[in-house]
């Protein structure tokens, strides 16, 4: 699988996709944007697009453009919730660097 929810993840996108009968899917991508290049960006959804690459994991249908999944391929997505913060939390093994604040990432290149 190229995309992987942990039971956390999936908790809570669940309860997100309950209360929003348009919403379906969890839609993940990646956007130029941050300090450092690139940032996650997690919405739920409920539209499939011609080139979505479409997962499973854990009962959540998961949508990713094509772009996006060659920086998200192999991520693990946990959900975390420490002391007031909460928020998705991406293992991914594409990523070389974070920015100091954490919110975006370079991409290793060959």
Same mark, same amino acid.
């Given at each position: 699988?190229?995309?992987?929810?942990?039971?956390?993840?999936?908790?809570?996108?669940?309860?997100?996709?309950?209360?929003?009968?348009?919403?379906?899917?969890?839609?993940?991508?990646?956007?130029?944007?941050?300090?450092?290049? &690139?940032?996650? $960006?997690?919405?739920?959804? *409920?539209? =499939?697009?011609? %080139?979505?690459? /479409?997962?499973?994991?854990? @009962?959540?249908?998961?949508?990713?453009?094509?772009?996006?999944?060659?920086?998200?391929?192999?991520?693990?997505?946990? &959900?975390?919730? $420490?002391?007031?913060?909460? *928020?998705? =939390?991406?293992? %991914?093994?594409? /990523?070389?660097?974070?920015? @100091?604040?954490?919110?975006?990432?370079?991409?290793?290149?060959?």
């Amino acid at each position: 699988m190229a995309i992987e929810l942990t039971q956390n993840a999936v908790n809570h996108v669940q309860k997100f996709i309950q209360k929003d009968p348009e919403s379906e899917y969890l839609r993940l991508a990646v956007k130029p944007t941050g300090c450092s290049g &690139f940032m996650y $960006e997690v919405t739920t959804t *409920g539209e =499939k697009i011609d %080139n979505d690459c /479409v997962f499973n994991s854990g @009962g959540i249908t998961i949508v990713v453009d094509e772009q996006s999944l060659k920086y998200l391929t192999g991520s693990k997505i946990d &959900f975390t919730e $420490e002391g007031l913060n909460k *928020g998705f =939390k991406f293992n %991914n093994p594409n /990523v070389a660097a974070t920015c @100091g604040c954490g919110e975006s990432f370079t991409i290793e290149t060959d």
